[in-house]
């Protein structure tokens, strides 16, 4: 009986084995296919390719053959497959193991079109086994557009918004050069390829969402699109001069606005009216001994948003500066950080300062950081910087500073926030503690375009409606 037993386990171990090396044939065999359709944002013709790939899954106790894994569009179409390591435009006999599965690897290169406008390109992949049927659908936007490598604006230029503008390599304008960008232009740069400004850069942007002027990283597909660092940034140099930006977007750049050496002339170097800066890496405005000045502009969620070292001259009015910790910069800096000096091997050195705050907001939450406003100063240069009529959050306030009517840690009651969702809306609610605490100015309209009142206007760059 004993010996009987041990038998009869050996043959249940041997059929169990049998079944798991044996195919299904059933056309009800239990098969995902993790995704229905691969979408591709906008992809530039001729700048390259983006790949996406899904997982069929085999969840049968039995192997599964694939009849086919079939690009319909066959070889002359826009997309690419890679089914297992075999290139398609088609794959056959694919054998996946009980529970298991295989990628497929979807690669879409556009080739250019005539139309200026962007164009919709689809296909899509039929999985074939066991007499059955199933579809992935395939669609990308493709645009032509202007590419320029390594453009050197060596005399004066002026683009329109007829095409995107993709920049790959560099972007050099040349002393005593002006690169005048119009409203409605989007910029798109490769993640190697500074924008360098050693003479000026005129941009026209207007403030509907349509005309605004967008600089961005050139990869428009998820998750590539949400990236800081996505491209190095634009750098203002010593000779550079006369630089406005007006309704300008800067988004993920490892420093947004870089600003070197006082200007050559009594104005400021770099001019900022209604400019949004997002989610730079390391900064959103970084000035050494320079001279900035921003009106109504949004910089938030930068790894440093606003970071002004070794003096110079900076005016920044009706401004909103944020950072929330989320998936891409973890919020550790202050900020807002200003200094008269730098230490380079421990030798200080340090440059007169003269910087005032007014009417804006300093705010940032997740992070732990207790003072979201430092103020260092060293050394006997000229040293004022005045905060007037502001809302910030702080445990310690700065010395060395002037101030007046400082709303201190009082929440801003931002509109909405979502970290998960990378939703961020700074316009003020109802209740606000911001509402009607600014002095008056000049400044008239707000980053949406909306008039401000005459008198007691909204703190930031925000005017309730």
């Known amino acids: 009986m004993k010996t009987l ?15 798991k090396g044996s195919f299904i044939t059933s056309p009800d065999a239990a098969v995902l296919i993790s995704a229905d359709t691969l979408k591709y944002d906008t992809v530039f013709v001729t700048s390259g390719s983006i790949t996406q790939s899904f997982k069929i899954v085999n969840q049968n106790n039995q192997k599964l053959r694939l009849t086919s894994v079939k690009l319909m569009g066959g070889s002359g179409s826009a997309f690419k497959i890679n089914v297992d390591g075999t290139m398609g435009p088609e794959a056959g006999n694919i054998e996946i193991n009980a529970n298991d599965s295989v990628y497929v690897f979807v690669q879409v290169n556009v080739d250019p079109g005539s139309g200026d406008l962007p164009f919709v390109i689809r296909d899509s992949i039929q999985v074939s086994y066991n007499g059955k049927n199933k579809i992935v659908q ?3 936007w493709g645009q032509n557009a202007h590419f320029l490598v390594n453009k ?15 920049i790959l390599g560099y972007l050099y304008v040349a002393p005593n050069r002006t690169l005048t960008i119009n409203k409605g232009c989007r910029i798109y740069v490769n993640a190697g390829a500074p924008i360098i400004i050693d003479g000026t850069l005129q941009v026209n942007g207007e403030k509907d969402t349509a005309d ?5 990283g050139e990869r428009l597909d998820d998750p590539y699109k949400f990236f800081p660092a996505s491209w190095p940034g634009i750098y203002f140099n010593s000779g550079s001069y006369n630089n406005i930006l007006n309704y300008a977007v800067i988004k993920n750049s490892y420093q947004s606005i870089a600003v070197q050496d006082p200007s050559v002339n009594a104005d400021p170097k770099v001019v900022l009216n209604q400019c949004i800066i997002d989610n730079s890496f390391d900064a959103g405005i970084i000035a050494v001994n320079s001279s900035v000045r921003a009106t109504n502009c949004l910089i938030t969620n930068c790894g440093k948003n606003i ?16 950072s929330y910790s989320n998936t891409f910069i973890q919020h550790k800096n202050p900020v807002l950080t200003v200094t008269n000096f730098v230490s380079d091997n421990n030798v200080i050195s340090s440059s007169n300062l003269n910087a005032q705050f007014v009417n804006c907001i300093f705010w940032g939450e997740g992070g732990g950081v207790d003072d979201e406003v430092t103020v260092a100063k060293n050394g006997n240069t000229v040293f004022n910087v005045n905060f007037d009529h502001d809302l910030w959050k702080i445990k310690t ?12 840690n009082e929440d801003p009651l931002f509109d909405s926030i979502s970290t998960n969702k990378n939703y961020y809306n700074f ?8 509402l009607n605490k600014g002095v008056a100015t000049s400044v008239n309209i707000d980053l949406d375009g909306n008039i401000r009142p005459v008198g007691l206007a909204d703190l930031g760059c925000f005017e309730k409606q």
């Open 138 to 140: 395939l669609e990308a």
């Open 5 to 19: 037993g041990i038998l009869s386990i050996s043959i249940l171990l041997v059929f169990f084995s049998c079944k």
């Open 212 to 216: 605004r002027v967008y600089f961005s």
């Open 152 to 166: 050197e604006i060596t005399t004066n230029e002026t683009w329109n918004n007829d095409l995107p503008y993709v």
């Open 397 to 408: 306030t700065p010395s060395d500073i002037t101030s007046n009517q400082i709303l201190n």
């Open 307 to 322: 970071y002004l070292l070794k003096g110079g001259n900076y005016d920044f009015i009706h401004c909103t500066v944020a």
């Open 427 to 434: 316009r003020l609610k109802n209740g606000s503690p911001a």
